[in-house]
């Protein structure tokens, strides 16, 4: 037992090691721009490889194969409506963030509209971010704890002062680098679980799994689609939007596909993205059948059941593999946080660019902030990756709308948008409340959006006509 122990330990202190060794060479920066924009040379693979390593991170490692085990896989309806919305991001907003030469999306508004649009809308990004990302620490924390026997804030500690280091460090050339071998790692750990089962003497083959349906991904029949997220329908639009505005308005995507080095390169980063999203979905849904099969369909805790075989069927030295595939996929969602949160704050907010050393000042207070989130947040009785997407609906559509109206409205002003956007994120906390297919939250809100943006537009021109 010490041998092995000792062998998961030094595994764990090499990978740690590397990434805080990548994250040291690359920080040869000058400038809080490189800080922020790593350059603008990077490759359109290592952009894509960080958006993927970016948007999944640890929800994937618990709440999909969880779903999967708990159901089956209506869960991909969702990652089919990415890759049409990342399309939609690259053909409409993509050549609209290279063609201005800025740092931070918001900027556009603030050139377009003032400054205080701006502020404003960094501010419902920067909220969104520590919420959505809170909940990811508590993901991950619930894994951490349960393969290594630490306590929960033990775990986020380790984890964020890692990743702290070769994030304020190396900046954002060292995060895309460190995110794509992060993918890599935990995308390895799907798979290892998927060949052990599948040539494991106890499995039996999949007939039982299609007859149980747990192969199903297309939900065409429900009671009442209003309330029913992954009705096709549902699902496919949801998926489409929320692709569009995460990928599309929310500065930590778009931030990746930012540092390449032409708008063609993005695009295909952007583009990409989609495709991988919907392998890695699949392999962890895969992974969530099987092992309920494996086990028998033992009743688990909710977003227990990956976890649970890993440390219960899995041998030792597999075991240490996963646990770093595990760190591998919070520690790159943390690390894009820092640096996004910190470069919106040093550009929307102050509206100016600050040194490099009062830049990383500003990384490690954002990197003190999560970290205080993810030991105060409370697990729910929902998936934790629902949980994530549900906190992101809140404000996504109001910030697609403004981008939205960008393009197709110059003639409204900052106040409309403003009354536009406290519509939108009203209706979206009622819709929580009704209980509302979180698939229709960013459809319903953006319309609320650009109805009430149009309507305080055309109200402000029959007043002026009298």
């Known amino acids: 037992m010490e041998s092995i122990f000792s062998f998961q330990f030094y595994t764990l202190a090499f990978f740690i090691s590397l ?5 040291l060479s690359n920080s040869g920066i000058s400038s809080s721009n490189d800080y922020f924009s790593a350059g603008r040379d990077t490759k359109w693979y290592i952009a894509m490889f960080s958006i993927v390593a970016t948007e999944t991170s640890v929800l994937t490692f618990i709440s999909v194969p969880g779903i999967a085990y708990r159901g089956n896989w209506y869960f991909l309806q969702l990652s089919l409506g990415y890759i049409v919305g990342r399309i939609l991001v690259s053909k409409f907003l993509l050549p609209l963030y290279f063609s ?3 740092t931070s999306i918001y900027e556009l508004i603030g050139e377009r509209y003032n400054k205080n649009l701006q502020q404003i809308a960094s501010v419902l990004f920067l909220c969104t971010r520590v919420l959505a990302d809170g909940v990811r620490f508590l993901a991950t924390a619930v894994i951490v704890q349960v393969l290594t026997g630490w306590s ?4 986020v500690l380790l984890i964020g002062f890692v990743t702290l280091l070769y994030s304020v460090s190396g900046g954002l050339k060292a995060i895309l680098l460190i995110d794509s071998i992060q993918f890599l790692i935990y995308l390895f750990g799907g798979l290892i679980v998927v060949i052990f089962i599948l040539f494991s003497e106890s499995f039996s083959g999949f007939q039982n799994l299609f007859e149980q349906q747990k192969f199903d991904i297309f939900k065409v029949v429900t009671d009442n689609f209003l309330y029913d997220p992954l009705f096709v329908i549902n699902a496919f639009i949801g998926g489409i939007l929320l692709s569009f505005a995460s990928h599309g308005v929310d500065y930590m995507m778009v931030q990746r596909v930012l540092s390449c080095k032409d708008l063609e390169s993005a695009q295909k980063a952007m583009i990409g993205s989609g495709f991988f999203v919907l392998l890695q979905f699949s392999i962890f849904l895969f992974a969530g059948s099987l092992i309920w099969q494996y086990m028998d369909g033992e009743i688990l805790l909710k977003d227990r059941e990956f976890s649970t075989f890993i440390l219960e069927y899995l041998p030792l030295e597999m075991r240490s593999i996963m646990t770093i595939g595990v760190l591998s996929a919070a520690m790159s969602t ?3 946080s820092i640096n996004s949160l910190a470069s919106s704050t ?3 907010i102050f509206k100016q660019k600050l040194s490099l050393y009062k830049s990383r000042l500003i990384s490690i207070f954002w990197a003190f902030i999560l970290i205080l989130i993810a030991i105060a947040f409370d697990e729910t009785d929902e998936a934790l ?3 994530g997407l549900r906190i992101a609906s809140i404000t996504y559509g109001g910030l697609l709308g403004i981008f939205l109206i960008y ?4 003639k409204i002003n900052s106040f409309q948008i403003v009354l536009g956007l406290i519509s939108s994120v009203i209706a979206a906390i009622i819709l929580l409340n ?13 319309t609320v959006f650009i109805v009430i943006s149009y309507l305080a537009h055309f109200l402000h021109l029959l007043i002026f006509k009298r």
């Open 346 to 348: 040093v550009i929307d």
């Open 407 to 410: 393009h197709i409205n110059n």
């Open 152 to 155: 929960l804030e033990m775990s």
């Open 19 to 23: 990434f805080i060794y990548l994250g």
């Open 385 to 387: 990756v629902y949980v």
């Open 334 to 336: 943390l690390s894009s």
């Open 100 to 102: 201005s030469n800025i």
């Open 434 to 446: 009704l209980g509302i297919a979180w698939t229709l939250h960013i459809l319903i809100t953006l």
